[in-house]
Structure formats: structure tokens, C-alpha cells
């Protein structure tokens, strides 16, 4: 297995294991996409990616990270997506969309500023902060909201609302569902015992603690039906006194694929956000590759592996090594929109042919003229030389 293999899950076909990881633009008003989400998700698929997977679109607007989320909460928002995920189909790639809910770390500001919890200046910005929810009155750290405990009648209309996002989806066009389970949203603050310290049977025992995600699980696979492939994000570690080790994790795995889910996909941490007192995995390269490496041996599901993946003979290795079944980039992406290409040139296969008609057709020969002039010695300042 090789970078450039395809990948069959289930009805889908990914021409290639690059795929683009979900990234929060925060350039949304009232959750729509527009002709930005267009353009930028559409460069990757045009750049070669074989899945490309749109931003943690909120499945309700009390779920969304910033007041500028993307949503899926209205059938108004499906236009929008249905031109993202057209250009992503029309450029050969998988249109995937990540669908989310923030719970108890929503309503705080973009990263570019500090991501800090709105306050009155922000209110009176007209973008205030709105009541939260989580499974307990816990708050993400310190000046968060405490969220509101949801009753049983909230968590069941909460399923519905990830069933209802997930339709949206389809009637859009995607064609990969992913949930974020992980980073300290909704569905990993349920399961986390950092977060979760209800006595009811959403609380308590791992079991307990699992059913909140494993409801909305079956809820999407019965809005999805059997054909299209469905990722849940995990935490595979807390990273956080008390919390949820890559054991605990294994058996979530299991669990989660048991009931439907095709990718685990292994981010880690966010459960609470106070840096001081958190343990982060460190940043190395393909720093999250031994948990996916181990959770794809432990359970029979397909991993993806994302951090840090930089260079295509590492992400290749990491496929060959068994590490996972397929690599997500996020800022390398950002970088390079035309990442996935460059990785193919880079591994040896400079016939273009791959590469969307337009461009391969004039950027092949280009390829080999400038192979032409290398050899002859000829460099872009030869002229201004001697
Ligand atoms: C701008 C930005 C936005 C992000 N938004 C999301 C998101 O919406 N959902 C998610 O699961 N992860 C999100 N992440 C995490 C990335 O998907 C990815 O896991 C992380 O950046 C590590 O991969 P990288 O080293 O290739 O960037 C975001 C990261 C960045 C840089």
C-alpha cells in the first residue's frame, strides 16, 4: 500500500491515501459557506488531494466554536456546500465534511484572537457569547461558561440534530462523513471523566460515557445509509490528570467501529484548556502516528494518522509501515494546496497524467524542459552571469 493506491470504504473510491484534514476557517456568517469555502476547499481537490474534508461544520448553532463556524443546522446552508462539494467531485476528489457540535468549549473568539472566551466587547461588537451545554456543569477552563447539563430530553434532540446534519450533507453531495469526537467538543466531553460527571445513564461507567457518542454514531449511519464512509475523530489520549488513556481509546475504537464507523481518526487532547496543566503530546513529526499505528493493530478498523505529516517518502513510509491506511495534512495543506502533486512528482512519477487535464497537459512538458535545462547546466540567473 502506497500513497497513491486507492482506497475503497465501502461505496467510495479515494484515488489517493492525502487526504485534507478538517480546518476551521471561522469565515462563516450564520453558518453559511461561500465563494471562500468554494475557492478554498476546492484548490486542494484541484491540487491532487484524494479526500478533502471541509471544516467542523456545526450541526447546530449552539455548537459552533466562534460566532463565524460554518453550519449545516438549516437547509439553507446546503447550496453552499452542494458548490463545494461539486468542485471537490468534479476535480476527481472525495467531498468529506466533518460535522460537529462544540459543546462546552463554544461561543469563544477566533484563533487570531487567542480563541478566548467572548465577553461584553464582543457583545457589543454584536457577537455575543451564547448559553452553553454540556453533560456537566464543568466549564473548558478557566473563564469558560459553565455549561448548562443537558437533560436526557436535550441529549436525544442533540442526536437528532447530528441525524439532521448528516442528511443536509448527503442532499449536498458529500460523499465521507466525518464526527469530531475529539478536542474537548461535545461528544469527547461525554466521554471523557474530565468532563463527564453525570449519574445518569449517560455518566459514570465507561458504558455510560460511550452512549451519548455511540447514539449519535448509529443516528448518522441511519442518515448516510450503508454506502458512504464515516470517520469519528477520537482524542486518543486526554492528555489531562484523570483522563482517558490510548487503552480506553482501543476499546472506544472498537466500539465505535462495531457500531458503524469506518476511519478512526487519531487526533489527541482538548479536553480542558488551561495549558499549564495539560500534558500535550509532544510536536514531532507524525506526532499522533503511534496511536494510530496501534489502534489500526488493536482493532479491526481503518486509521488515519494526522500532525505533522510534512514530506511525501514520510507519509508514503507511514502507509508502507503499517503506521495507517491514510495520512491527513492539515497546514502543510494551507502551504501547499498542491501538495498532494508535488508528493507524486517527489516519489517518482512525474507522467502528469494524474494530474487534472488542465494543468498536467501544460505543467508536464514544463517538468521536462526544466529537467532539459537542469542537465545543461542552465539556471534562471545564467543570463545575468558572467
Ligand atoms: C486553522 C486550523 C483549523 C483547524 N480546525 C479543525 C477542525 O475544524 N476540526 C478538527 O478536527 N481539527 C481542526 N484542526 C486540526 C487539524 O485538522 C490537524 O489535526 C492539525 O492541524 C494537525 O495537523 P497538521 O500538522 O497537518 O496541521 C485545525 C487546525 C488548524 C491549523
Same mark, same amino acid.
Request: net charge negative.
Given at each position: ?240 490528570? &484523570?483522563?482517558?488513556? *490510548? !487503552? #480506553?481509546?482501543?476499546?472506544?475504537? /472498537?466500539?465505535?467501529? %462495531?457500531? @458503524?464507523? =469506518? ?66 495534512? &492539515?497546514?502543510?495543506? *494551507? !502551504? #501547499?494546496?498542491?501538495?498532494?502533486? /508535488?508528493?507524486?512528482? %517527489?516519489? @517518482?512519477? =512525474? ?36
Amino acid at each position: 500500500m502506497t500513497l497513491f493506491s486507492p482506497l475503497t470504504v465501502r461505496d467510495a473510491t479515494l484515488p489517493n491515501r492525502v487526504g485534507v484534514s478538517p480546518m476551521c476557517m471561522y469565515s462563516s456568517t450564520d453558518g453559511f459557506p461561500d465563494d471562500f469555502h468554494v475557492a478554498h476547499l476546492g484548490r486542494f481537490a484541484l491540487g491532487g488531494a484524494g479526500l478533502v474534508i471541509a471544516e467542523a461544520t456545526a450541526v447546530h448553532p449552539v455548537g459552533r466554536i466562534s460566532p463565524f463556524d460554518a453550519g449545516i443546522w438549516d437547509d439553507a446552508h446546503i447550496p453552499g456546500w452542494r458548490r463545494v462539494a461539486d468542485l471537490v467531485s468534479r476535480a476527481g476528489s472525495v467531498p468529506g465534511i466533518q460535522l460537529g457540535h462544540a459543546g462546552r468549549r463554544a461561543a469563544v473568539r477566533e484563533p487570531w484572537r487567542a480563541g478566548a472566551p467572548l465577553d461584553d466587547a464582543d457583545a457589543t461588537a454584536g457577537f455575543g457569547a451564547w448559553p452553553l451545554v454540556g453533560p456537566s456543569e464543568i466549564p473548558a477552563g478557566p473563564g469558560h461558561q459553565v455549561p448548562a447539563e443537558m437533560t436526557v430530553a436535550e441529549i436525544a434532540r442533540s442526536v437528532q440534530d447530528w441525524h439532521d446534519g448528516a442528511a443536509r450533507a448527503m442532499r449536498a453531495g458529500f460523499r465521507f462523513v466525518e464526527l469530531h469526537g475529539a478536542h474537548g467538543y461535545l461528544l469527547h466531553s461525554f466521554l471523557s471523566p474530565v468532563s463527564n460527571r453525570r449519574t445518569d445513564a449517560y455518566g459514570g461507567s465507561a458504558e455510560n460515557r460511550l452512549r451519548y457518542p455511540l447514539e449519535v454514531v448509529a443516528a448518522v449511519r441511519e442518515a448516510i445509509g450503508d454506502g458512504i464512509p464515516l470517520s469519528y475523530r477520537i482524542s486518543s489520549v486526554d492528555g489531562a490528570e &484523570g483522563g482517558l488513556e *490510548l !487503552d #480506553d481509546l482501543v476499546e472506544v475504537a /472498537r466500539r465505535l467501529a %462495531a457500531a @458503524g464507523v =469506518d476511519i478512526i481518526d487519531t487526533s489527541s487532547g482538548g479536553i480542558i484548556t488551561d495549558r499549564s496543566s495539560d500534558t500535550r503530546v509532544r510536536r514531532g513529526f507524525a506526532f499522533h502516528a503511534d496511536f494510530s499505528r496501534h489502534i489500526r493493530r488493536e482493532v479491526d478498523v481503518l486509521t488515519a494518522t494526522v500532525g505533522f505529516v510534512v514530506d511525501p517518502v514520510q507519509a508514503n513510509l507511514l502507509l508502507e509501515h503499517g503506521d495507517a491506511d491514510l495520512v491527513l495534512l &492539515g497546514r502543510e495543506m *494551507l !502551504d #501547499d494546496p498542491n501538495w498532494a502533486h /508535488r508528493a507524486r512528482l %517527489a516519489l @517518482g512519477d =512525474d507522467s502528469h497524467a494524474s494530474w487534472d487535464v488542465r494543468f498536467g497537459s501544460a505543467l508536464g512538458p514544463r517538468h521536462r524542459t526544466l529537467g532539459r535545462l537542469a542537465e545543461a547546466g542552465e539556471t534562471p540567473l545564467s543570463r545575468f552571469e558572467g
